[in-house]
């Protein structure tokens, strides 16, 4: 059974930078693709950006691109979100979700197969 646990969130200033790590547990890592998700309060859940198996495909929501980077370090079986500029609007709590077998990145919440728990980020003014 897969196991991912998010960690890195707080509380950060305006302008700030947070590093959310994700770590993969029980199964074969290089064999997932990744993604990043968040839900602001009162709001439905959001694809932040994703990573393909590989490493070779990353895709950014459009709202982030420019100032959050995915990567993976199979290596040690866990996805990273280096998130910069950050303003209020980032405020949520942020998910990584693994998609089997797959060497492409969706932005569908609904095709992931394993979630983690979530990490709260707040970006205070």
């Known amino acids: 059974q897969v196991q991912l646990v998010e960690s890195g969130g707080g509380l950060v200033q305006a302008g700030g930078s947070l590093r959310l790590s994700c770590a993969f547990s029980g199964r074969t890592f290089s064999s997932y693709a990744m993604g990043w998700f968040r839900q602001a309060p009162g709001k439905e859940r959001e694809f932040v950006g994703g990573?393909?198996?590989?490493?070779?495909?990353?895709y950014y929501t459009d709202s982030v691109k420019g100032r959050f980077t995915i990567s993976r370090d199979n290596a040690k079986n866990t996805v990273y979100l280096q998130m910069t500029s950050l303003n209020t609007e980032d405020t949520a709590v942020y998910y990584c979700?693994?998609?089997?077998?797959?060497?492409?990145?969706?932005?569908?919440?609904?095709?992931?197969?394993?979630w983690g728990q979530g990490t709260p980020v707040t970006v205070s003014s």
């Open positions: 990573v393909s198996r590989s490493g070779h495909s990353i």
């Open positions: 979700a693994a998609k089997r077998f797959v060497d492409y990145v969706t932005s569908n919440a609904n095709q992931y197969d394993y």
